[in-house]
């Protein structure tokens, strides 16, 4: 694959937000996805969630109501995931972000709250989660219906990430299996910002199927469970890095978990190797032009969708 990619041509809005993004710790680009790959990722999701992977986590408590999914490296068994992983607008947004001549992709993760579903995203920075350093990790939240509050929106804290403490994670779920790997870490827990809510100024948006949220690797974030009764909250946070990230291998990061070791066979990485390996993807390079008006990439190429059926 030629991995050189044409210029990034980048939007007054989309400038805006990447400023905000760097003085705030996220922010939001409206519309950005064309309605197609709206369509087609919905219809990925559902493949998921109709056939969950070995790594995915069931968040909700069995005889609950709701439910609250994740899973992660979509991209290597999907092949719509992988296409929205290399060909969506989203590498672009990432190079431009990161400032970085190339782009390689850490991981997907599917983030499901049905209607009614009671569980909340814990506050958390998502570094602490990682076996990476460097300065050049961005994740980018895209959500697939209408969100606000209501429904589980993320909010941010805002500034956060230019705080120098790090706090241990949290785990999502009492039965995740990821407590006690987390628990290696042994570092300060983080304090419950939400008892003193006031105290803080917190960013969160409401937002509709086609824009994205960006947000920092150590922006504290978390988020509500799905009080509405019909509405449903299917997200994808997608991690990209640019090029100063190596690997970290540190204890108590999600990737010891057993389930998520088999799922990348070739994983092969020591402490302070560059990210190189078939693992997490080099997508492409780019030429990075700061002047500019429109996106080119978020022109949707409609035969680069695989809109073959799976089963």
Request: charged share 25%.
């Amino acid at each position: 694959m030629d991995l050189q990619s044409d210029p990034i041509e980048v939007s007054d809005e989309t400038e805006s937000a990447i400023r905000e993004y760097h003085k705030n710790g996220a922010s939001v680009i409206r519309g950005i996805l064309d309605q197609k790959w709206i369509s087609t990722m919905r219809e990925a999701i559902q493949r998921v969630l109709d056939h969950p992977g070995s790594a995915s986590v069931e968040y909700t408590p069995k005889g609950e109501e709701g439910r609250y999914y994740g899973d992660f490296f979509l991209w290597r068994r999907d092949p719509d995931f992988e296409e929205f992983m290399r060909h969506s607008p989203l590498p672009a947004i990432a190079a431009k972000v990161l400032k970085s001549n190339s782009i390689r992709f850490f991981y997907d993760q599917l983030l499901v709250k049905e209607p009614l579903t009671k569980e909340k995203t814990p506050f958390h920075q998502d570094l602490p989660y990682w076996p990476l350093k460097g300065e050049d990790i961005l994740s980018i939240w895209v959500p697939f219906d209408r969100v606000g509050l209501q429904q589980g929106g993320v909010r941010f804290l805002k500034g956060s990430h230019h705080w120098k403490q790090r706090y241990a994670p949290t785990a999502f779920g009492k039965d995740s299996g990821f407590a006690k790997i987390y628990a290696k870490m042994g570092w300060e827990p983080l304090p419950d910002f939400e008892k003193n809510d006031n105290t803080y100024y917190w960013l969160n948006w409401e937002t509709e199927p086609g824009d994205v949220i960006l947000f920092h690797p150590l922006v504290i974030h978390g988020s509500g469970g799905n009080q509405s009764s019909n509405q449903r909250r299917r997200a994808l946070a997608m991690r990209f890095l640019g090029d100063d990230v190596v690997w970290d291998s540190r204890p108590g990061t999600f990737i010891e978990k057993e389930t998520i070791q088999e799922i990348l066979p070739e994983l092969n990485l020591k402490d302070g190797d560059q990210l190189e390996s078939p693992c997490f993807p080099l997508i492409r390079t780019f030429s990075i032009q700061p002047e500019t008006e429109i996106m080119k990439q978020n022109n949707f190429q409609e035969n680069s969708i695989r809109n073959s059926s799976h089963e």
